[in-house]
């Protein structure tokens, strides 16, 4: 069974740029969550869809921002990026609200703000 | 708030030797789970162990080995007669109402030859 796959591997953006990420959840899960891991400040929690709504975010301003589509896949757009955001980006997806399933990540996406 | 705290940022063993990481943590909610994952070098978060907040049972899975102890709020994992392929850095996790995780900081850990 195919894991959580996340594109780009890798991503280079300068400084005012957009980002986009895209991550694909397990099949059959239907939630999936995004977290941001970035030098010195850990793994933080960034946002978390289920069944197409956002059903809850972390402590990021709001040019963090996604989306998920019918099939369950997930979109993490950051805008105006700040040097800050560099990062490794972390998606992981769950069985879904109402569960208590654990979160299976993904490999990552480093993105890189020139 | 929820807060999960490794005091180990690092820990250098030698091939074979039994290592302890440790975790503790806080919440308020009386329904919680307790995580570790693993992440290699490559990035990626692997899946350890999950415990809820119910279930004090200790486990053991191979060399791994899981110490939950509600009264100290410490959830701590063992890897007996480490080996080479064990280096990564380890992180405990928090998951309470919201399903966020709240993670420590991470213990690296090396295991040299």
């Known amino acids: 069974e195919a894991g959580v796959t996340q594109s780009p591997t890798h991503l280079i953006k300068t400084r005012g740029q957009q980002a986009t990420l895209r991550c694909s959840p397990i099949s059959g899960h239907t939630s999936v969550y995004w977290y941001q891991q970035a030098l010195g400040l850990g793994l933080q929690f960034l946002l978390w869809?289920?069944?197409?709504?956002?059903?809850n975010r972390g402590n990021f301003p709001p040019r963090f921002s996604g989306r998920q589509f019918p099939n369950y896949s997930s979109e993490l757009n950051v805008n105006a990026l700040e040097l800050e955001d560099s990062a490794l980006y972390l998606c992981?997806?769950?069985?879904?609200?109402?569960?208590?399933?654990?979160?299976?990540f993904g490999p990552g996406t480093r993105l890189t703000v020139l | 708030a929820q807060k999960v705290t490794q005091a180990q940022t690092e820990i250098s063993v030698v091939e074979k030797e039994d290592v302890t990481l440790d975790c503790v943590y806080e919440?308020?909610?009386?329904?919680?789970?307790l995580f570790w994952y693993k992440q290699p070098p490559s990035g990626e978060l692997v899946f350890l162990i999950r415990r809820n907040s119910f279930d004090e049972q200790n486990e053991i899975s191979g060399r791994y080995s899981w110490n939950f102890q509600k009264s100290t709020s410490s959830f701590n994992f063992t890897i007996t007669a480490s080996q080479v392929v064990d280096s990564a850095v380890y992180f405990c996790?928090?998951?309470?109402?919201?399903?966020?995780?709240?993670f420590g900081e991470g213990t690296q850990l090396t295991v040299n030859p």
């Open positions: 869809y289920d069944e197409g709504e956002e059903r």
């Open positions: 919440t308020r909610d009386t329904t919680y789970y």
């Open positions: 996790a928090l998951e309470t109402s919201g399903s966020r995780l709240t």
């Open positions: 992981a997806s769950s069985l879904g609200q109402g569960t208590t399933d654990t979160q299976y």
